[in-house]
């Protein structure tokens, strides 16, 4: 009974989804203009049971893949490392946090092409529009967990001689650490998007995914196109779901949001 | 023994950045095998007269002087630290003061028993109720052999049994080992049950208004509360206490 709520209902909005699209494709559209938005089976088909267009979907997807775990791994070190250094001195966030928030603002997307003429083609630029993207939540997330521990705690550390590292290490980031996986599964999915973006971007060097979607559109193979948007998205959701699931080995044993959260 | 008081506060004032004056010329002494209750209206400083009288801020006039350093301090919240165990919460005072190992081990499992939580030594706090809580941060303050206690209302949040049940261990503890103790209260049978003397503070800013000898030998049994010349002692702190917070 638990199984069947908990699966019906994103099963009954997926069979809408997909009753909807086929109504699109093969009512929306006629014949010549069905390209557009070719119906899932031909998706499925063309796209995804098909080895030799697999093979390269597959191929493009590893290598944006390795770009954003690179990338989110680089925005992970960097952001906690920012964080602990703007909550142990004002001075230092109110120096650093203006140019953290600048990074959520320009649009990294636009400066893409810059990268490219600066670092050239290979992976260096295209980890660095992944960390660019990824960064800001890191850091708002951390400085947020770390600055939430209770007064009474604080207290409690000052009464027994406790000094700055001890307090960092023991209180504020075990404390900290739901807001970090928070910041890290949004960062995650960013990251992702930032290797498929920057890369449809990039247009030279190995083809990641995005490029390969840019190819397909050019070409005119929906079916393919349309599979690597999906292929990409679905590693999306698998980073977001892995986040999840670490989250509460780590800490859903004591923190309720964490252990509450709906996804599994 | 009672010679060197623990803590004296001479004159206290303490009055905050934005002007809130939360106490006044307040003067008062513990010695070792003295327990203060306080009690005023709440709002009138008595949560600011530990923070003061354990050194976590300092008066704005007058002065605090303490002895020991060995100095517990019991809050109104457990505060204990959700992804520890209680074994670990227990260990914490001893760990952050840098005993090894081995020691603080021995310490909380010491602490542990005598507050009766051996069977949760494994549990996080989030399994435990609330006045099993309460009872895993008495055994935390307790680890260190304080000599000097300090308490904020840490009974407030439970109910009646297990408030009556806590105050009668902080009672037996404190006939065992005759440490000095605060212990604010809003409630004055606890006050009087507990301490050697109650002090009644008047509302904001806390002056003290009312001082009153508690003659009652320990160990204090739990009936105690039910006897009569307690009845009329408690009777003369509330008034004290009513004729304040009118
Ligand atoms: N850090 C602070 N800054 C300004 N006002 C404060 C601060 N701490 C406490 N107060 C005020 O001082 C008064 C006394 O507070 P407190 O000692 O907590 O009272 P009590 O414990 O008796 O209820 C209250 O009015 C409270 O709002
Ligand atoms: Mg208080």
Redesign the pocket.
């Known amino acids: 009974m638990s199984r069947v709520r908990r699966y019906a209902p994103p099963l009954v909005v997926l069979l809408l989804v997909l009753a909807a699209w086929y109504a699109v494709s093969y009512l929306g559209l006629s014949p010549e203009r069905r390209f557009l938005l070719p119906p899932p089976d031909e998706v499925l088909r063309v796209g995804l049971l098909d080895p030799d267009n697999l093979a390269p979907l597959l191929d493009g997807l590893a290598l944006s893949a390795e770009v954003a775990m690179i990338g989110l791994v680089l925005a992970f070190v960097l952001g906690v490392a920012a964080a602990v250094a703007m909550s142990q001195a004002r001075w230092v966030e109110r120096s650093l946090y203006p140019y953290a928030v600048v990074l959520q603002t320009i649009p990294i997307l636009a400066l893409v092409p810059l990268f490219g003429f600066w670092f050239g083609f290979g992976l260096p630029s295209r980890i660095l529009v992944c960390v660019l993207i990824a960064l800001f939540p890191l850091i708002a997330n951390t400085l947020h967990g770390l600055r939430s521990a209770e007064r009474v705690h604080h207290d409690l550390f000052t009464l027994y001689g406790a000094g700055r590292l001890t307090r960092l290490w023991k209180l504020q980031l075990p404390g900290a650490l739901p807001s970090i996986f928070t910041g890290l599964r949004v960062s995650a999915g960013l990251s992702v998007v930032g290797a498929v973006v920057g890369d449809f971007f990039f247009k030279q060097g190995e083809p990641g995914i995005g490029m390969l979607i840019d190819l397909y559109r050019a070409n005119l193979q929906s079916e393919q196109m349309f599979a690597a948007v999906l292929l990409a998205s679905g590693f999306g959701v698998l980073v977001f779901w892995a986040f999840g699931l670490l989250a509460r080995r780590v800490a859903g044993s004591w923190h309720e949001s964490v252990a509450d959260s709906p996804d599994r | 023994m009672t010679a060197e008081p623990l803590l004296r506060l001479a004159e206290v004032g ?1 009055r ?3 002007g ?1 004056a ?2 006044h010329e307040v003067d008062l002494e513990v010695s070792a095998g003295q327990f203060l209750a306080v009690v ?10 530990l ?1 003061l009288a354990a050194g976590l ?1 300092k008066p704005s006039s007058g002065a605090v002087l303490r002895r020991t350093d060995e100095v517990a301090y019991v809050f109104q919240d457990p505060a204990l630290l959700p992804w520890r165990t209680v074994r670990a919460n227990v260990e914490l005072a001893a760990e952050l003061r840098g005993l090894p190992k081995p020691e603080r081990r021995r310490l909380a499992a010491q602490a542990i028993e005598l507050v009766g939580l051996e069977q949760f030594a494994g549990h996080r706090p989030g399994a435990l109720s609330g006045g099993m809580r309460m009872r895993v941060s008495l055994a935390r303050s307790l680890t260190l052999r304080p000599e000097l206690f300090l308490f ?2 840490p009974f407030g949040a439970l109910d009646e049994i297990s408030r009556e049940r806590l105050g009668d261990e902080v009672a037996k503890l404190f006939g065992a080992r005759g440490f000095g103790a605060v212990f ?1 209260t809003h409630s004055v049978t606890e006050a009087v049950f507990l301490s050697t003397r109650v002090i009644v ?1 008047s509302g ?1 800013p ?1 002056r003290v208004v009312g001082d009153f000898p508690v003659p009652f030998d320990y160990p204090r049994p739990p009936e105690l509360r039910f006897d009569e010349r307690f009845a009329h002692l408690a009777g003369a702190v509330s008034a004290c206490l009513r004729g304040e917070a009118a």
Request: hydrophobic content about 35%; glycine content about 16%.
């Open positions: 303490m905050f950045a934005d809130t939360a106490l005023g209206p709440s709002g009138c400083g008595k949560s600011t007269l923070r801020a904020d209302e604010v503070l904001r806390g």
